[in-house]
């Protein structure tokens, strides 16, 4: 099964910017939606962002206009621009395949983003 592995969290202040990876070698990664996920402490995991496999993306309303998802297929990898952080960011960050509807991928370990001033 595919792990994917994220990459690029950290300690940011508000209105900050963060770049997140996610490599999932070991799949036919090009024939799948990618989506970005997040999980707040003591919330349930969202779906932030979602792109399909010719490049259709879409964004939760609370992302919309901060966050840009991409893809490079040729790296099986995909990424998560996030401007314009704000506290409510806060989160482990994990991606899957399958958005919106399912996830393919077993879930990686994610990577923290912290929102903080």
């Known amino acids: 099964q595919v792990r994917p592995v994220e990459s690029g969290g950290g300690l940011v202040q508000p209105g900050g910017s963060l770049r997140l990876s996610c490599a999932a070698s070991?799949?036919?990664?090009?024939?799948?939606?990618v989506g970005w996920y997040r999980q707040a402490p003591g919330k349930q995991r969202e779906l932030v962002a979602h792109?399909?496999?010719?490049?259709?993306?879409n964004y939760a309303d609370s992302v919309k206009g901060r966050f840009t998802i991409s893809r490079d297929n040729a790296k099986m990898t995909a990424y998560l621009q996030m401007n314009s952080l704000k506290f409510e960011d806060t989160a482990v960050y994990y991606c899957?395949?399958?958005?919106?509807?399912?996830?393919?991928?077993?879930w990686g370990q994610g990577t923290q983003v912290t929102v903080s001033s």
């Open positions: 792109i399909t496999s010719n490049g259709s993306k």
């Open positions: 899957n395949a399958g958005a919106p509807i399912a996830t393919l991928w077993v």
């Open positions: 070991g799949s036919i990664f090009s024939i799948y939606t």
